[in-house]
């Protein structure tokens, strides 16, 4: 892998991990947990995450771009380092798995209720698979591509400029909402996908301006979650936003062109495009932290045992309530996760160059 | 990649074997495209009110015409069951576009009946809810045009009548948002059913979600005045009979341009609300039938002066009168609730401040051109 | 297949050896050329000189002017002499003698020496109007089946000693000439390199086309769609040229290739840079929404009709419920049934003497306009989708990719049928996927969208004024990138 990423296709690469189905769900949190202008959250998560990047940033900083299964390796036992890279396999493959199965299973609100979801499901992971097996770099490059689906619905929501009323705004923050607590947890999942950025070291270099690509990453995504929860609670209003459970898709349906009606169908159809890196970037994760473990075998046969086995699991949960459970548990082992991962890179690099400067010192 | 296509293909033909259950193709599917809801008359000695439930699907065959079922049940739910018995065809609600309240039902809430149409997701939030003075289903099953169905000469009169600010333009989406917000109360347009034609009968206003009075279609665009923040369409007609200042005028103005803005001041502490409406209107002349002649300056200044006279009178019976039925259908309670802080709001009860309240209109007409003629 | 190819290819190897043992006679190379009736044996015996050709590959002009003039008719007396003449080349190599007699030169026998006389020049089409890509304004030759005459065509667009013509033979049979044109102070040399060592190492009996030789160097020989542009038009190529691209011309074959190309280069035609900006703009934007038509329509169409009856407005809908309401089909059947029917009468057309070809046209005009309407065979807003979609993928100006494009809405006609919406979103996604992973020389076929450069977006999605065009393409890699002054 000689090909470096552009700065450019790393911070849209970031951007398309963290957004997802969460965009259809993210209003109605916002407004159940925080209650009026809960949009203002989204900046909070922001904050929040712009913290844990800094952590990822130095990580890069202080290791001098070395790769972070080095890192590992290095500092760790072996047996330790296996469990770890097992573990996280295991959860980067399943959160790939479940949010792949959470679209599937909205879409099949919307369209499709009596097709098996395990079926759509199969044809999706067909098409995991055969993006995940061409590695990063063709990654970023079907992601420019798909990022366009942004700008194009950004363009779409001028659709709503006349329906927004600021009296439905009202001049409270986060009053009349559930629990703050949760809502800020939630937020921040909402922002899940940048940790995955501690693996990307290698395929780097210095044009691509690492630490400032994924503070541009997460920044498009906080401007997009702004901007579509912003219009959002302007046109629905937050009380009713509070009964919904996707009001992006209720929000789309309202849309009406001359020539095409209800364009949530195709909308969200497109989203799959969306979701499709998010899956994907996890697999490859997933593929990348297995492939430490099982060295002898290719990328390819790694990728393929993953995403069948997790495929056979994704047909364990049978209702969207499940699904989210499931959702729920793993992506608070991913919190865990994001956080642990760069403290424990930074401790062990600090703790090296301590030993090194100490031998270092002996030796003169 | 000679792979890759296996296994493009396994889920594709996976998908032809067991075939697809879900296909709705266009001309199989009873599509309703207008559903509308009545109480149905009660059966004696029975005490459970009885729904009637009617809803119009196009027919292919017969050019232009619609099909009407119906059935009678306790429960949306149940008139479906019944539905699907009267035709060949797989109802479907996806291209529904109208949905009609008897007045009657209105008066006893809808949002139980808004239950199926908001939890189904084929059913679009742009579909329109109309209240109907007297039998929405006989509306509905009448025949007005000969070229066209009922359901599609209403939607097309709807979307009409609101270009012109006749009515407020109220589809599910915008009346169950305004169900929810606790700072205004819902309207609907209301039609009426006459000899061999509809007509509009004006706008419906809820209290909740239940049907209190209605607005007469006179005072259609006045309502929209006060009710939107601008509109730029619409017609206003002013009529001064006879008196001792003068002679019985006649105008009318073409609204090119009305904005509204409220403002509110309270006294902190009390439930003392006084509320600003000021109105600009800019419009043209398009009718005048009266003594005065145009060519004079003053008297076309004094026209605009009259006007505005005559809007702030309106527009103020129109205030008075919903506070008389104690429906803020204009959402005079939004403004309120931004002035005041959040635990203010939550502990006023505005439902039985808002009657009390100090209500001012002011309003300013702005004659933009008297046509080609003085 | 690819064992008889082997078995044959060791055939012609051992063949080759024993030609190569052979010493230089007379009578070895009568017996080469035994059975060959265009061979023309000429003996002169006081002079003791024999001459060999192949009449049909020399200019009856150079005949006379360098065999009979000097041997024949002059006899001059000492024949040594004359082949002294430079255009007289000694050979003592029985292999290139044979390769220049079949390539129209003369051999000339005095006593024990052969000698060569390059004779070449059978007649050739003269250049003529392009065939498959015509241009309103702009220059109106077009390569023709003479690799000479070709590349004449170039040199004289392109006055620079820079430009290098390097020749490479392809095909172990037909001996088929290639020639690989570039600018030497701007090429990439890595790719120049890359092309030479990829043409050189086809190994087959012959090629015909330059269409025909890039499927065996490209990098996704699975893959649909063309992976290097091929162009009839000299000025299309001498652009390429200047970009800093590697022109390709096949003898025998009036198509050039280019190489390396992007995706979106085969949505360019020569005539975007004859026409005032603006205009050439629009084209470009027209262009990418007939792609996007001839992809979409008509799966679209399929997938509205059987699973989102929900997603026509009302203005359409009895329209489109009427006219289907009379097929008897899926509307799936029913497109593919006119798709098909599409592509018959495209392929009759393409085929067919230009006469019939209308026929053929009005024929399937009335039968498919009209009586599979009447008939109740299709509706008639499947006849326009289908008619739109044809006509846009026209509109593409590289006919190999329209036709590959035909083929990919054919899958996404099927997938939209079995999934609607998101089996169409599935085959883009697939159809997406494909093409990042593309390369093309190593480099990506989609730039400049992946990876991304700002700077070659003026003159692929837009064209923006010259003035702004300063720099060569990035994927030229050129070391030479500015193609103006900079200022």
């Given at each position: 892998m000689n090909e470096k990423l552009h700065?450019?296709?790393?911070?849209?690469?970031?951007?398309?991990?963290?957004t997802g189905v969460t965009l259809f769900v993210l209003p109605a949190e916002l407004a159940q947990n925080f209650g009026t202008n809960g949009w203002v959250a989204v900046i909070i998560g922001a904050a929040l995450v712009y913290i844990n990047i800094f952590l990822i940033g130095a990580v890069y900083r202080l290791g001098r771009g070395k790769s972070f299964f080095a890192i590992i390796e290095d500092g760790m036992p072996p047996m330790l380092s296996y469990t770890l890279y097992l573990l996280l396999t295991v959860l980067w493959s399943l959160i790939g798995c479940i949010t792949a199965k959470q679209y599937i299973m909205v879409y099949q609100i919307i369209t499709f209720q009596h097709t098996p979801g395990s079926l759509l499901k199969l044809g999706y992971d067909v098409l995991i698979y055969t993006l995940v097996i061409k590695g990063i770099y063709n990654i970023a490059k079907a992601s420019t591509f798909i990022f366009s689906i942004t700008v194009f619905l950004a363009l779409l929501f001028f659709y709503f400029i006349t329906?927004?009323?600021?009296?439905?705004?009202?001049?409270?923050?986060?009053?009349?909402?559930?629990?703050?607590?949760?809502?800020?947890?939630?937020?921040?999942?909402?922002?899940?996908?940048?940790?995955?950025?501690?693996?990307?070291?290698?395929?780097?270099?210095?044009?691509?301006?690492?630490?400032t690509s994924l503070i541009i990453g997460n920044l498009i995504t906080t401007v997009v979650y702004v901007y579509t929860c912003l219009i959002i609670f302007g046109v629905f209003g937050y009380e009713y936003l509070k009964e919904l459970i996707f009001p992006l898709l209720d929000f789309l349906s309202i849309i009406r062109l001359p020539i095409i009606e209800r364009l949530e169908n195709l909308l969200y159809a497109l989203f799959a495009l969306k979701v499709l890196i998010t899956s994907v970037m996890f697999y490859w994760a997933a593929t990348e932290?297995?492939?430490?473990?099982?060295?002898?075998?290719?990328?390819?046969?790694?990728?393929?045992?993953?995403?069948?086995?997790?495929?056979?699991?994704?047909?364990?949960?049978?209702?969207?309530?499940?699904?989210?459970?499931?959702?729920?548990?793993?992506?608070?082992w991913e919190i865990g996760v994001t956080l642990f991962l760069p403290v424990i890179c930074i401790i062990l690099i600090l703790l090296r160059s301590k030993g090194r400067k100490h031998a270092d010192g002996k030796n003169c | 990649m000679g792979k890759i296509a296996k296994v493009i293909f396994v889920p594709i033909l996976c998908c032809l074997i067991a075939g697809c259950t879900d296909m709705r193709i266009l001309e199989d599917q009873g599509m309703i495209q207008a559903i509308s809801y009545d109480m149905a008359t009660k059966d004696k000695g029975s005490d459970i009110a009885l729904i009637k439930v009617t809803a119009a699907i196009p027919l292919i065959q017969k050019d232009n015409l619609q099909k009407i079922i119906e059935s009678t049940a306790t429960s949306s739910k149940d008139a479906r069951i019944e539905f699907s018995s009267q035709t060949d065809l797989e109802l479907v609600n996806g291209q529904l576009r109208t949905v009609l309240f008897g007045k009657n039902i209105a008066k006893q809430g809808v949002i139980n009946h808004f239950d199926t149409i908001l939890r189904d997701p084929t059913i679009g939030l742009r579909s329109n809810i109309i209240i109907v003075n007297g039998n929405a289903a006989k509306m509905l099953a009448e025949n007005y045009q000969e070229q066209e169905p009922t359901y599609e000469f209403l939607d097309r009169l709807i979307e009409k009548q609101v270009d012109e600010n006749i009515i407020p333009d109220i589809d599910i989406f915008q009346f169950m948002r305004d169900v929810k917000d606790d700072g205004i109360d819902p309207v609907a347009p209301q039609f009426i059913q006459r000899k061999n034609h509809i007509d509009t009968d004006g706008v419906a206003l809820f209290r909740g979600e239940r049907y209190v009075t209605k607005i007469d279609a006179s005072k259609g665009t006045l309502f929209s005045i006060l009710n939107k923040k601008m509109i730029n369409n619409g017609q206003l007609n002013f009529d001064w009979p006879a008196s001792q200042q003068g002679d019985a005028e006649f105008a009318a103005l073409d609204i090119n341009n009305s904005r509204r803005h409220i403002n509110v001041y309270s006294s902190p502490g009390s439930n003392q609300f006084t509320v600003d409406i000021s109105i600009k209107v800019k419009g043209s002349i398009t009718e005048y039938i009266g003594t005065k002649n145009l060519d004079n300056k003053k008297y076309r200044d004094g026209l605009g002066e009259k006007m505005a006279e005559s809007l702030e009178k309106q527009t103020q019976e129109l205030v008075i009168f919903t506070q008389k039925h104690s429906v803020d259908s204009i959402g005079i309670g939004k403004y309120v609730r931004n002035s005041i802080s959040y635990n203010e709001w939550k502990n006023l009860d505005w439902r039985k401040v808002y009657p009390a309240i100090q209500v001012h209109c002011s309003a300013e007409v702005e004659i933009r051109d008297y046509g080609l003629i003085h | 297949m690819g064992f008889f190819r082997k078995r044959y290819k060791k055939a012609l190897l051992t063949k080759e050896n024993q030609e190569t043992q052979e010493s230089v006679s007379l009578e070895n190379t009568i017996n080469q050329f035994r059975e060959c009736s265009d061979l023309v044996h000429n003996a002169l015996p006081e002079l003791q000189v024999e001459y060999l050709y192949i009449e049909n590959l020399v200019n009856e002009q150079k005949v006379k002017e360098y065999l009979v003039e000097p041997f024949d008719t002059i006899k001059f007396p000492d024949v040594s002499l004359i082949l002294t003449e430079k255009r007289y080349k000694k050979t003592a190599d029985s292999r290139s003698l044979y390769k220049g007699i079949l390539n129209g030169e003369a051999a000339i026998f005095f006593k024990d020496e052969a000698y060569l006389v390059n004779l070449f020049g059978p007649e050739t089409r003269p250049v003529n109007e392009s065939g498959t890509e015509t241009v309103i304004t702009g220059p109106h030759e077009s390569f023709n089946e003479s690799a000479g005459q070709n590349i004449s065509l170039l040199r004289r667009r392109i006055k620079s000693s820079h430009l290098k013509v390097y020749k490479v033979s392809v095909g172990k049979v037909t001996l088929t000439d290639v020639y690989l044109l570039y600018?030497?102070?701007?090429?990439?040399?890595?790719?120049?390199?890359?092309?030479?060592?990829?043409?050189?190492?086809?190994e087959t009996d012959g090629i015909?086309?330059?269409?025909?030789?890039?499927?065996?160097?490209?990098?996704?020989?699975?893959?649909?769609?063309?992976?290097?542009?091929?162009t009839e038009r000299p000025d299309?190529?001498?652009?390429?040229?200047?970009?800093?691209k590697i022109v390709g011309i096949t003898d025998g074959s009036p198509s050039a290739f280019i190489a390396p190309t992007s995706?979106?280069?085969?949505?360019?035609?020569?005539?975007?840079?004859?026409?005032?900006?603006?205009?050439?703009?629009?084209?470009?934007?027209?262009?990418?929404?007939?792609?996007?038509?001839?992809?979409?329509?008509?799966?679209?169409?399929?997938a509205v009709i059987t699973f989102h009856y929900e997603m026509i407005p009302r203005t359409l809908l009895s329209t489109l419920l009427e006219s289907r309401s009379r097929v008897p089909f899926p509307p799936l059947?029913?497109?593919?049934?006119?798709?098909?029917?599409?592509?018959?009468?495209?392929?009759?057309?393409?085929?067919?003497?230009?006469?019939?070809?209308?026929?053929?046209?009005?024929?399937?005009?009335?039968?498919?306009?009209?009586?599979?309407?009447?008939?109740?065979?299709?509706?008639?807003?499947?006849?326009?989708?289908?008619?739109?979609?044809?006509?846009?993928?026209?509109?593409?100006?590289?006919?190999?990719?329209?036709?590959?494009?035909?083929?990919?809405?054919?899958?996404?006609?099927?997938?939209?049928?079995?999934?609607?919406?998101?089996?169409?979103i599935l085959g883009i996604g697939l159809v997406l996927v494909h093409l990042s992973g593309m390369t093309n020389l190593g480099s990506s076929y989609l730039i400049p969208i992946a990876p991304i450069s700002t700077a070659d977006m003026k003159d692929i999605l837009i064209r923006a004024p010259f003035s702004k065009l300063k720099t060569r393409p990035y994927q030229a890699q050129t070391r030479n990138p500015y193609r103006q002054k900079k200022k």
């Amino acid at each position: 892998m000689n090909e470096k990423l552009h700065s450019f296709h790393l911070a849209i690469l970031i951007y398309l991990i963290q957004t997802g189905v969460t965009l259809f769900v993210l209003p109605a949190e916002l407004a159940q947990n925080f209650g009026t202008n809960g949009w203002v959250a989204v900046i909070i998560g922001a904050a929040l995450v712009y913290i844990n990047i800094f952590l990822i940033g130095a990580v890069y900083r202080l290791g001098r771009g070395k790769s972070f299964f080095a890192i590992i390796e290095d500092g760790m036992p072996p047996m330790l380092s296996y469990t770890l890279y097992l573990l996280l396999t295991v959860l980067w493959s399943l959160i790939g798995c479940i949010t792949a199965k959470q679209y599937i299973m909205v879409y099949q609100i919307i369209t499709f209720q009596h097709t098996p979801g395990s079926l759509l499901k199969l044809g999706y992971d067909v098409l995991i698979y055969t993006l995940v097996i061409k590695g990063i770099y063709n990654i970023a490059k079907a992601s420019t591509f798909i990022f366009s689906i942004t700008v194009f619905l950004a363009l779409l929501f001028f659709y709503f400029i006349t329906d927004i009323e600021l009296a439905r705004y009202t001049p409270f923050l986060f009053k009349d909402g559930d629990g703050l607590l949760i809502g800020i947890f939630k937020t921040y999942i909402a922002f899940l996908g940048f940790e995955l950025s501690i693996l990307f070291f290698p395929y780097i270099n210095k044009e691509s301006k690492f630490f400032t690509s994924l503070i541009i990453g997460n920044l498009i995504t906080t401007v997009v979650y702004v901007y579509t929860c912003l219009i959002i609670f302007g046109v629905f209003g937050y009380e009713y936003l509070k009964e919904l459970i996707f009001p992006l898709l209720d929000f789309l349906s309202i849309i009406r062109l001359p020539i095409i009606e209800r364009l949530e169908n195709l909308l969200y159809a497109l989203f799959a495009l969306k979701v499709l890196i998010t899956s994907v970037m996890f697999y490859w994760a997933a593929t990348e932290s297995a492939k430490r473990i099982f060295r002898n075998k290719s990328d390819k046969t790694l990728s393929f045992i993953l995403i069948a086995f997790s495929y056979f699991i994704s047909l364990i949960p049978d209702s969207l309530e499940q699904v989210r459970n499931w959702l729920d548990f793993l992506t608070r082992w991913e919190i865990g996760v994001t956080l642990f991962l760069p403290v424990i890179c930074i401790i062990l690099i600090l703790l090296r160059s301590k030993g090194r400067k100490h031998a270092d010192g002996k030796n003169c | 990649m000679g792979k890759i296509a296996k296994v493009i293909f396994v889920p594709i033909l996976c998908c032809l074997i067991a075939g697809c259950t879900d296909m709705r193709i266009l001309e199989d599917q009873g599509m309703i495209q207008a559903i509308s809801y009545d109480m149905a008359t009660k059966d004696k000695g029975s005490d459970i009110a009885l729904i009637k439930v009617t809803a119009a699907i196009p027919l292919i065959q017969k050019d232009n015409l619609q099909k009407i079922i119906e059935s009678t049940a306790t429960s949306s739910k149940d008139a479906r069951i019944e539905f699907s018995s009267q035709t060949d065809l797989e109802l479907v609600n996806g291209q529904l576009r109208t949905v009609l309240f008897g007045k009657n039902i209105a008066k006893q809430g809808v949002i139980n009946h808004f239950d199926t149409i908001l939890r189904d997701p084929t059913i679009g939030l742009r579909s329109n809810i109309i209240i109907v003075n007297g039998n929405a289903a006989k509306m509905l099953a009448e025949n007005y045009q000969e070229q066209e169905p009922t359901y599609e000469f209403l939607d097309r009169l709807i979307e009409k009548q609101v270009d012109e600010n006749i009515i407020p333009d109220i589809d599910i989406f915008q009346f169950m948002r305004d169900v929810k917000d606790d700072g205004i109360d819902p309207v609907a347009p209301q039609f009426i059913q006459r000899k061999n034609h509809i007509d509009t009968d004006g706008v419906a206003l809820f209290r909740g979600e239940r049907y209190v009075t209605k607005i007469d279609a006179s005072k259609g665009t006045l309502f929209s005045i006060l009710n939107k923040k601008m509109i730029n369409n619409g017609q206003l007609n002013f009529d001064w009979p006879a008196s001792q200042q003068g002679d019985a005028e006649f105008a009318a103005l073409d609204i090119n341009n009305s904005r509204r803005h409220i403002n509110v001041y309270s006294s902190p502490g009390s439930n003392q609300f006084t509320v600003d409406i000021s109105i600009k209107v800019k419009g043209s002349i398009t009718e005048y039938i009266g003594t005065k002649n145009l060519d004079n300056k003053k008297y076309r200044d004094g026209l605009g002066e009259k006007m505005a006279e005559s809007l702030e009178k309106q527009t103020q019976e129109l205030v008075i009168f919903t506070q008389k039925h104690s429906v803020d259908s204009i959402g005079i309670g939004k403004y309120v609730r931004n002035s005041i802080s959040y635990n203010e709001w939550k502990n006023l009860d505005w439902r039985k401040v808002y009657p009390a309240i100090q209500v001012h209109c002011s309003a300013e007409v702005e004659i933009r051109d008297y046509g080609l003629i003085h | 297949m690819g064992f008889f190819r082997k078995r044959y290819k060791k055939a012609l190897l051992t063949k080759e050896n024993q030609e190569t043992q052979e010493s230089v006679s007379l009578e070895n190379t009568i017996n080469q050329f035994r059975e060959c009736s265009d061979l023309v044996h000429n003996a002169l015996p006081e002079l003791q000189v024999e001459y060999l050709y192949i009449e049909n590959l020399v200019n009856e002009q150079k005949v006379k002017e360098y065999l009979v003039e000097p041997f024949d008719t002059i006899k001059f007396p000492d024949v040594s002499l004359i082949l002294t003449e430079k255009r007289y080349k000694k050979t003592a190599d029985s292999r290139s003698l044979y390769k220049g007699i079949l390539n129209g030169e003369a051999a000339i026998f005095f006593k024990d020496e052969a000698y060569l006389v390059n004779l070449f020049g059978p007649e050739t089409r003269p250049v003529n109007e392009s065939g498959t890509e015509t241009v309103i304004t702009g220059p109106h030759e077009s390569f023709n089946e003479s690799a000479g005459q070709n590349i004449s065509l170039l040199r004289r667009r392109i006055k620079s000693s820079h430009l290098k013509v390097y020749k490479v033979s392809v095909g172990k049979v037909t001996l088929t000439d290639v020639y690989l044109l570039y600018l030497e102070n701007v090429a990439n040399k890595d790719f120049v390199e890359k092309v030479k060592q990829r043409v050189e190492s086809v190994e087959t009996d012959g090629i015909f086309e330059s269409t025909m030789l890039v499927q065996m160097i490209e990098e996704n020989p699975y893959s649909f769609f063309p992976q290097f542009l091929t162009t009839e038009r000299p000025d299309t190529a001498s652009s390429k040229i200047l970009e800093g691209k590697i022109v390709g011309i096949t003898d025998g074959s009036p198509s050039a290739f280019i190489a390396p190309t992007s995706f979106f280069e085969f949505f360019n035609s020569p005539e975007d840079y004859y026409q005032r900006w603006a205009v050439a703009t629009a084209l470009r934007i027209l262009r990418y929404s007939a792609f996007f038509i001839t992809v979409f329509f008509t799966a679209f169409y399929v997938a509205v009709i059987t699973f989102h009856y929900e997603m026509i407005p009302r203005t359409l809908l009895s329209t489109l419920l009427e006219s289907r309401s009379r097929v008897p089909f899926p509307p799936l059947i029913e497109a593919l049934v006119m798709e098909f029917t599409i592509e018959l009468l495209r392929e009759a057309g393409a085929r067919l003497p230009t006469k019939i070809g209308q026929t053929i046209g009005i024929v399937g005009g009335i039968v498919i306009g009209q009586s599979a309407v009447q008939a109740g065979f299709t509706s008639n807003i499947l006849i326009i989708a289908v008619a739109i979609s044809a006509i846009a993928s026209f509109v593409i100006p590289n006919y190999i990719m329209s036709a590959s494009i035909r083929l990919v809405r054919f899958g996404l006609i099927i997938l939209a049928g079995i999934w609607g919406n998101y089996g169409i979103i599935l085959g883009i996604g697939l159809v997406l996927v494909h093409l990042s992973g593309m390369t093309n020389l190593g480099s990506s076929y989609l730039i400049p969208i992946a990876p991304i450069s700002t700077a070659d977006m003026k003159d692929i999605l837009i064209r923006a004024p010259f003035s702004k065009l300063k720099t060569r393409p990035y994927q030229a890699q050129t070391r030479n990138p500015y193609r103006q002054k900079k200022k």
